[in-house]
């Protein structure tokens, strides 16, 4: 699977948008980008995933650059509830049958200011 | 809306005992996987399971680690004789389908703590 950067921290006003970005350089062809995160030692929670094209879902947006060497996390509307330590994951997708390990970096500890 | 639980939420035993930790994934889920989070570290893989088999298992996953699933609602991770360095946050996670499709749904957690 492909490494990600991420920045180790980031803070975010109440009410702005958060924007958090994660570079994966060697990202191939067939190897999706997906965003977990982990609120204070609970169990991650999916957020979104992606190919190439942009994606939203009721959480967040994904972009990802054309070259797909990067992309950015965007969550709108921040509030302090999305204090959170947030991973960029690529992995290829499988065959039907073969269930595939997410392998989690450091991530980005987001604190979300009031 | 369905989520994975994990019993107990804290376990605390002494070492060289056997721990039996426990998992009730989603309802139409096929696809079951062990995580652990070592105080202050990444989230590790241990092993995936499907169709009543592993389909994946890592280095951390040794012969003192075994998975079950032994009713259609339950999912087991036991350790047979726990070492201090199995005290960690465990985590089950759960996905309908496989491939692009497979989100993994994880559970609360459940924190082992070995003496």
């Known amino acids: 699977d492909a490494k990600t950067t991420q920045p180790p921290s980031m803070d975010c006003a109440e009410g702005r948008a958060a924007n958090l970005p994660c570079n994966h350089s060697t990202i191939s062809g067939n190897e999706y980008v997906y965003w977990y995160r982990q609120i204070h030692s609970q169990g991650p929670q999916y957020i979104i995933h992606g190919l190439k094209n942009n994606e939203t879902n009721e959480m967040a947006s994904l972009i990802i650059t054309e070259d797909r060497k990067s992309s950015t996390l965007i969550l709108p509307h921040a509030t302090l509830r999305d204090t959170a330590v947030y991973y960029c994951i690529v992995s290829p997708p499988k065959h039907s049958g073969s269930a595939r390990q997410l392998t989690f970096g450091s991530g980005t500890q987001l604190t979300v200011l009031p | 809306e369905p989520e994975v639980t994990q019993t107990p939420s804290h376990q605390v035993t002494q070492m060289g005992q056997e721990v039996i930790l426990r998992c009730v994934p989603i309802s139409n889920h096929l696809y079951f996987y062990w995580y652990r989070q070592i105080l202050g570290q990444k989230v590790e893989f241990l092993v995936s399971?499907?169709?009543?088999?592993?389909?994946?298992k890592s280095e951390i996953f040794d012969d003192q680690f075994s998975v079950e699933r032994p009713d259609g609602s339950n999912f087991t991770l036991k350790i047979r004789s726990t070492k201090l360095e199995d005290s960690a946050m465990y985590f089950c996670?759960?996905?309908?389908?496989?491939?692009?499709?497979?989100?993994?749904?994880f559970g609360p957690g459940t924190r082992l703590t070995v003496l």
């Open positions: 996670a759960s996905s309908r389908l496989a491939g692009v499709k497979d989100t993994q749904y």
């Open positions: 399971f499907y169709n009543n088999e592993i389909s994946e």
